[in-house]
């Protein structure tokens, strides 16, 4: 031990700092360090009931590998011993990359816990600078909440479950509500049995229940609040009534779905590759039009359900103008009308129009359509007007053969009478 100054030094004449201890050496080569091998550390200990405890808590440097002149890896481990214990236990280890393990010596991230992580203040912060205040939650009342604010306003709803940043964040008392994503069912605040699914699905939902909303931005708009049995699935897919289901975004959205039922590639947006039944009985069942206008099947069709009736004009001159042709679509040309191949029969819609204008219409590009379903009306009306003209043709037929048969009794009458005067004469 020796003094220099006001430092104290143990097997070094020189020491650098106000205490300083040193080893020595071993004669001969000593024996190289192996892994986990302490290499130096700090130990505690303490007079029991009768005597002094060995090292109990402890800091220790422990080597990470076998050394050589040019690896030295090392770790730090920090130890305690448990309550009624004389044997001290590894309680969290830094590792050669830095890593800290707690209940691990094999840290594999920066933070590695082999245990329940307890938060009493505060929260987890992230690099966009927002605070996670609660990571899971599952309360008294059966809720499972999962993500930054999900859930956060609930007092006493129960049986809802959120999972994702924000996700029913505005419930308080309803229940049964799920919601997966980031703001699914944010709003949602007096709605019951909802279910969002995606990111910010059913986010204007707010006093809706019983809905369904599958797909990003699925849902309701914000004029549809408080919709009801109402399901939307797809991508950007919106409802604006109750008792209803959308596939996909609105016609023209990037997002507008075709939907193909027997087949994976549908051309136009509803294709069918079998057979369709509709109607809930042998007699009825109807296809309509969006104007509902009747197009197929067995339809309402009572007097007591119409007003304003009135009959056809004449349109037998018109009908024999349409000129019904066989053709071919432009399917290379014209991709976006999604038209199959092969011989196809109809009308051609500028010769319609100069005919019947009111059955021909302008798609959202420009092109001409024929309103076929008149067709079947029209020829109606013409048969009616043949027929009423046959009718006029047999009545006049009629008046003229009974002027004929007048005109043969009148000469066979002259006849008789001429026959008479010659036996006279």
């Not at 448990?82 to 044997?87: E, F, Q, T, W």
Request: proline letters at 4%; charged letters at 15%.
């Amino acid at each position: 031990m020796f003094q220099s100054g006001s430092s104290i030094g143990v097997n070094t004449t020189a020491p650098p700092a106000a205490f300083h201890t040193m080893a020595t050496a071993a004669p001969g080569a000593p024996t190289v360090v192996q892994t986990d091998d302490i290499l130096g550390g700090l130990a505690v200990r303490g007079y029991g009931a009768t005597g002094f405890s060995g090292g109990q808590g402890q800091v220790m440097f422990r080597a990470a590998e076998p050394w050589t002149d040019a690896a030295h890896g090392s770790c730090l481990s920090l130890t305690t011993t448990p309550l009624g214990s004389a044997s001290w236990v590894e309680r969290m280890r830094i590792s050669p990359a830095g890593n800290v393990g707690i209940e691990t010596t094999t840290p594999g991230q920066m933070l590695s816990v082999a245990g329940t992580i307890e938060r009493t203040t505060g929260g987890f912060g992230f690099p966009d600078g927002s605070v996670q205040t609660m990571a899971a939650k599952s309360d008294t009342v059966n809720n499972s909440a999962f993500g930054y604010w999900s859930l956060r306003n609930n007092t006493t709803g129960s049986g809802n479950s959120a999972f994702g940043s924000q996700s029913l964040n505005g419930n308080s008392t309803w229940q049964y509500n799920t919601a997966v994503g980031f703001a699914s069912l944010v709003a949602t605040s007096t709605g019951q049995r909802n279910t969002g699914l995606g990111s910010t699905a059913g986010y204007y939902n707010a006093g809706g229940s019983y809905n369904t909303y599958i797909g990003d931005a699925a849902g309701p708009d914000a004029g549809h609040p408080t919709l009801s049995y109402a399901t939307a699935i797809g991508a950007g897919a919106q409802m604006t009534q109750s008792n209803s289901l959308t596939l996909g975004a609105p016609a023209g959205d990037v997002a507008a779905v075709l939907v193909g039922i027997g087949t994976s590639a549908p051309n136009t947006t509803l294709q069918v590759v079998g057979d369709i039944r509709v109607g809930t009985s042998a007699t009825n069942g109807c296809v309509k039009s969006f104007a509902g206008t009747a197009l197929a099947g067995t339809c309402s069709s009572g007097a007591r359900l119409k007003a304003d009736i009135r009959p056809f004009e004449p349109v037998l001159g018109r009908v024999v103008q349409l000129r019904p042709v066989h053709f071919t679509w432009n399917v290379e040309q014209f991709p976006a009308y999604h038209f199959g191949a092969g011989l196809n029969s109809g009308l051609i819609a500028e010769e319609v129009e100069q005919v019947s204008p009111e059955m021909v219409a302008a798609d959202e590009r420009g092109y001409k359509m024929v309103n076929y379903s008149e067709r079947s009306y029209l020829t109606l009306a013409a048969v009616r007007e043949l027929d009423a003209k046959a009718n006029a043709l047999q009545a006049q037929n009629a008046g003229l053969k009974a002027e004929t048969e007048a005109l043969r009794a009148q000469l066979a009458a002259l006849a008789e009478r001429l026959a008479r005067l010659e036996k006279r004469q």
